[in-house]
């Protein structure tokens, strides 16, 4: 019976080929894009599974609630907690100190004079590998970090560093400004590891015992290295605990709360400084990725809403191939009527025509995942590179994706097959073998239902698609972003002599191409690249003090940068008294109550002040405001403008030297200041980037989500005009009489087509009249993310309508407009 069913299928898809290659191309291409969503979703869902006891590790935080209820999260506590939960909890059996350090670190290999900046260097503990994922390749895995000078390092890094060489046993010279205190720190590489994939929280190129730092760091008098580690309120340290198997936070917090008290109770002190209350917190690894309260790693995070939506896109573009399947079937349903006929009248039962139908819609979905799996293993580099995750071809082989891809097999066979089998097999045996068989009103509506359906469903993709571009787009369209293709950022805090920058600026000038040359913090601003807030009183105005956010710059930095001032004057280069001047945002206006024009000119004074900023005032200084610049937005979209000022002198340590490069012009000026940077700063490696990356890296997920849901928009949209197209052969092949006869009556070109096309048209209007509100009701709560919001208008909805529209009567005139063209007399006698 199987092969039976089999052979009658071959030959029903021989008959009619066009048919079959519309309907494989639609659905091949439905669910290859399917299961490249189903992978991105994999990876996602399985953030962090790398640890050999993922379930059971735990990461630690804290919570400071001041006594005004303010909250300050913090993903670093200090290293003795570590200790005490495994000494106090009978649940923890172990637990392990890691550390980022801010700011890059020079890696310097002597006998090729090659110097890498990186800041993916992980301090920690000799145990390291006992905890954390560390797919050691060359070396002993288990003592590579045993020695304080052993360095663990990545497969590409080795490559970086080293060319072709074998790295074990190399020794490096490792500087950094807050670590080793720019002293240098020779290190020894015992082990290589694999390069961390993208869905885990660290991946560090470099991996150092944080023992190394013992001669270079400084404590008081009577405080040893090994004390200031297991200290219980005081360091911070990026540190986990391993549990025994179904441990819940619930007991482990309890645990914690006891060891905050008692830190309290030991000293009483600490309780009488710190006016508030401290909340412990603890996460298991696998939940870190989608923690939206706590910034446990720096980019790269994860939002669950945005799984939900990609599970949805992938469920439509499935929806979307088995509606071409199922129209195209039932409307070649005429075509197999006396075949259904004479297979009733000769014995056949309801049961084996669902049989061979289901067989047949089997057959087809099977052929086309084949399909779906050859464009999945070509397309994967590059869907890798859109959506910024490194998924191998070994995914396509792990559980989860196998299961996924049989289930999704059996309900695309079912969903595609079903309906046509029954239709098809309910039909009346005497009027199918008359030829007397009409489709019947409710298939008609039926048919038409789905085809709304799908336009429903392409406009709401259309619509959401072009305003998350325009979102992204808006988004990285800031003030600061402006020209930041052109902006080239090189690190200089912490790594270069301050005193040597007049010196190296003015090198750079001489060339006629480079005359815009700053300082600056590092732009934009984001929380882990440290505070901006700076205390400022304004006596002219009132007594209160502000603390206000503060860029430290160089004279020439709002020139630079293209600022808009709507008030005042800049900074005047050769004038030492703007050095205690600064300017104010409009937003200090407003906080003020002045006007601009009312504040230019208004005294300013820095109280006392040591320490972070650079300001080391024995006695508050005394300045004025200048000039007022017109708002822009200084950090994230999702964060509200606040009053700004820019104060004229560098930061101490947050130095970001920006050169203006001129268009056309980056390679070659780019050599240059590598040039001039040796000349001044020898010894020092060069650090640069471009502003924009800064700003892309600040969205990594908006534009990874941006990026997939438009491809994956377009991807349905083809699909669907891939089933307009098949459905308008079979509605043209239909009507062939009834265009000759129109044609013999005298009817115009014009009319057939927009014969033809009016049947789609009339679909899809009423298809934009309901994907509309739905496309408006969705886009206003994705944007109610933003402080920042890109205008939704009239034109948006009316322009993709009509992209819509436009690709409709494309795909349909192509048939229709044959058989506008087509000889009467060849009509009128088809069949």
Not at 109 to 133: A, K
Not at 401 to 417: D, K, Q
Not at 495 to 512: E, G, S, V
Request: with cysteine; aromatic share 14%; proline share 4%.
């Amino acid at each position: 019976m199987l092969k039976n069913y089999f052979t009658v299928a071959l030959r029903a898809f021989a008959k009619q080929k066009v048919y079959a290659v519309i309907n494989i191309l639609g659905l091949s291409v439905g669910l290859a894009a399917a299961l490249l969503i189903f992978l991105y979703l994999h990876s996602e869902l399985t953030y962090d599974r790398q640890f050999e006891r993922s379930e059971d590790t735990y990461i630690l935080g804290v919570k400071f609630i001041d006594k005004e209820g303010n909250q300050y999260p913090n993903t670093y506590v200090p290293g003795g907690w570590t200790t005490y939960l495994k000494e106090n909890l009978e649940s923890v059996t172990g637990g392990i100190r890691t550390m980022w350090m801010g700011m890059p670190a020079s890696i310097h290999y002597v006998p090729d004079d090659r110097m890498i900046m990186t800041e993916d260097i992980l301090w920690v503990q000799s145990n390291f590998h006992e905890f954390m994922y560390f797919p050691v390749i060359t070396g002993n895995r288990e003592k590579a970090l045993e020695n304080p000078t052993g360095m663990a390092i990545s497969q590409s890094s080795a490559r970086d560093l080293f060319g072709d060489e074998d790295p074990i046993g190399k020794q490096v010279t490792l500087r950094h400004s807050f670590a080793t205190n720019n002293q240098p720190l020779e290190l020894t590489v015992s082990a290589v590891y694999e390069d961390y994939p993208q869905n885990i929280h660290i991946r560090p190129k470099y991996i150092v015992n944080y023992y190394a730092l013992r001669p270079f760091q400084q404590f008081p008098p009577g405080v040893t290295f090994e004390q200031y580690e297991e200290h219980m309120y005081q360091g911070g340290y990026q540190s986990y605990i391993l549990t025994k198997p179904d441990t819940d936070e619930e007991t482990l917090l309890a645990g914690m709360n006891t060891m905050i008290d008692q830190v309290f109770a030991d000293n009483p002190n600490l309780a009488e400084e710190f006016e508030g209350t401290v909340e412990p917190v603890v996460r298991n690894v696998q939940d870190i990725h989608f923690d939206k309260e706590y910034a446990w790693v720096t980019e790269g995070g994860g939002d669950i809403t945005y799984i939900y939506t990609f599970a949805s896109i992938a469920l439509l573009i499935i929806i979307i191939a088995c509606i071409n399947y199922m129209n195209l079937a039932t409307a070649r349903s005429a075509k197999r009527s006396k075949e259904v006929g004479l297979r009733k009248s000769l014995g056949g039962e309801r049961q084996q025509l669902v049989g061979q139908f289901m067989m047949e819609s089997f057959l087809m979905v099977f052929l086309s995942f084949l399909i779906a799996l050859l464009l999945v293993v070509v397309i994967l580099p590059e869907f890798n590179e859109l959506a910024s995750t490194s998924i191998p071809y070994s995914a396509l082989f792990s559980t989860g994706i196998l299961l996924s891809m049989f289930g999704l097999l059996l309900f695309v066979a079912f969903m595609s097959g079903i309906y046509p089998a029954l239709f098809l097999s309910a039909m009346n045996t005497i009027d199918t073998l008359k030829g007397k068989f009409t489709f019947s009103k409710g298939s008609n509506i039926l048919r038409k239902s789905l085809i709304g359906f799908q336009f429903v469903i392409a406009i709401i993709l259309l619509i959401s698609t072009v305003i998350a571009v325009n979102q992204m787009s808006m988004m990285q369209s800031s003030k600061l972003n402006e020209a930041g293709d052109q902006i080239l950022s090189i690190r200089h805090g912490g790594t270069a002599d301050y005193n040597k920058y007049a010196t190296f600026k003015n090198m750079l000038k001489q060339d006629p191409d480079l005359q815009y040359v700053t300082f600056g913090n590092h732009l934009p601003r984001l929380d882990f690249f440290g505070p901006l807030g700076v205390p400022y009183k304004f006596p002219d105005v009132t007594d209160e003090e502000y603390e206000w956010n503060t860029f430290n710059v160089d004279y020439d930095f709002i020139k630079t940068y293209g600022l808009e001032l709507i008030e005042g004057r800049d900074f005047q280069i050769g004038n030492t008294s703007d050095s205690l001047s600064i300017v104010i945002n409009e937003k200090a206006c407003v906080a003020l109550g002045k006007t601009p024009a009312e504040m230019v000119g208004t005294a300013m004074s820095y109280p006392k002040v040591n320490g972070y900023f650079n300001y080391d005032y024995e006695q508050p200084q005394t300045g004025q405001v200048v000039g007022v610049v017109k708002d822009f937005p200084y950090q994230s979209a999702y964060q509200a403008i606040d009053p700004l000022v820019i104060s004229p002198k560098p930061h101490a340590i947050d130095r970001i030297l920006y050169v203006k490069l001129p268009e056309g012009k980056f390679q070659e000026k780019i050599v240059l200041i590598e040039k001039v940077w040796k000349q001044v700063y020898p010894g020092v490696g060069l650090d640069y980037w471009f502003v924009n990356d800064e700003f892309e890296r600040m969205y990594v997920l908006e534009r990874r989500v941006s990026a997939l849901a438009t491809n994956f928009a377009g991807l349905a949209i083809f699909i669907t005009c891939v089933g307009l197209f098949g459905l308008a052969s079979f509605t043209t092949e239909q009507k062939t009489k009834e265009i000759g006869i129109r044609k013999a009556l005298g009817a115009s070109n014009f009319q057939i087509l927009f014969l033809l096309l009016k049947l789609f048209l009339q679909i899809l209007i009423v298809a934009a009249l309901i994907a509309v509100p739905v496309s408006y009701f969705l886009s206003e709560w994705w944007l109610q993310n933003f402080v920042y919001q890109t205008p939704m208008s009239w034109t948006l909805f009316v322009g993709s309508i009509l992209a819509i529209t436009l690709l409709t009567v494309i795909t349909v005139s192509f048939e229709s407009l044959k058989a506008s063209l087509s000889d009467p007399v060849k009509a009128l006698r088809y069949e």
